[in-house]
């Protein structure tokens, strides 16, 4: 048993302690996935925490036939979309100084302080909701297709289409704009 099980094992026989090592495992891979689909850092620490919930609330539904992961994403990724689709929610742009918001040494941070990190961050925030999500849980969570199929619940190739989808709007944005991703304009 590794020590994910072993943790949740614990909490499920009333060890809440142990449901502390899983937050701090997941909570900034979490959150800067929450935040690139919010946009706002209040909204996307309020959506984590309420997922963080969630998953405790409803840990004994847990089937270890899958990643605990992809689970615990489709927990909170099915909180944020349940939010906009009941209109409780609108992203609004805002500019976030990240260093402040998420732990400054976590890759994606150091990732995202040069410029065509920033580029990019923009290019993939022009994208509709469903298909940025898709953008960022295969390229920044490096989940699988067969993961995110099964955190957003739906087919496959929809998973397929829609990353073709996403990265051709993003080639005819930079064919359009220009900027550092030349390659993209050239099909890569």
Same mark, same amino acid.
């Not at 997941?26 to 620490?45: E, W």
């Not at 289409?161 to 944005?173: I, P, Q, S």
């Given at each position: 048993?590794?020590?994910?099980?072993?943790w949740?094992?614990?909490?499920?026989?009333?060890?809440? *302690?142990?449901?502390t090592?899983?937050? %701090?495992?997941?909570k900034?891979?979490?959150?800067?996935?929450?935040?690139?689909?919010?946009?706002n850092p209040?909204?996307a620490?309020?959506f984590?925490?309420?997922?963080?919930?969630?998953?405790?609330?409803?840990?004994?539904?847990?089937?270890?036939d899958?990643?605990?992961?992809?689970?615990?994403?489709?927990?909170?990724i %099915?909180?944020?979309?349940d939010?906009?689709?009941?209109?409780?929610?609108?992203?609004v742009?805002?500019?976030?100084?990240?260093?402040?918001?998420?732990?400054?040494?976590?890759p994606?941070?150091i990732?995202?302080?040069?410029?065509?990190?920033?580029?990019?961050?923009r290019?993939?925030?022009?994208?509709?909701?469903?298909e940025?999500?898709?953008i960022l849980l295969?390229?920044? %969570?490096?989940m %699988?297709?067969?993961?995110i199929? *099964?955190?957003?619940?739906?087919?496959?190739?929809?998973?397929?289409n829609?990353l073709?989808?996403?990265?051709?709007?993003?080639?005819?944005?930079?064919?359009?704009?220009?900027?550092?991703?030349? *390659?993209?304009s050239n099909?890569?």
């Amino acid at each position: 048993m590794d020590e994910e099980q072993l943790w949740i094992q614990q909490v499920l026989t009333g060890d809440k *302690e142990a449901y502390t090592h899983i937050i %701090n495992k997941y909570k900034n891979q979490l959150y800067a996935t929450v935040l690139r689909m919010t946009r706002n850092p209040q909204d996307a620490q309020d959506f984590v925490q309420d997922a963080f919930i969630k998953v405790y609330r409803n840990l004994d539904k847990y089937k270890a036939d899958g990643p605990f992961a992809s689970w615990l994403y489709r927990v909170a990724i %099915n909180h944020c979309m349940d939010a906009f689709r009941k209109k409780q929610y609108s992203t609004v742009q805002v500019e976030v100084d990240e260093e402040k918001v998420v732990n400054p040494n976590h890759p994606e941070i150091i990732f995202l302080k040069n410029e065509k990190s920033r580029q990019l961050e923009r290019l993939v925030a022009t994208l509709p909701d469903d298909e940025r999500l898709i953008i960022l849980l295969r390229y920044v %969570n490096e989940m %699988n297709y067969e993961e995110i199929s *099964e955190i957003m619940n739906v087919p496959l190739s929809t998973v397929r289409n829609k990353l073709h989808r996403a990265k051709k709007k993003m080639r005819e944005t930079v064919k359009r704009e220009g900027g550092y991703f030349h *390659e993209l304009s050239n099909g890569g």
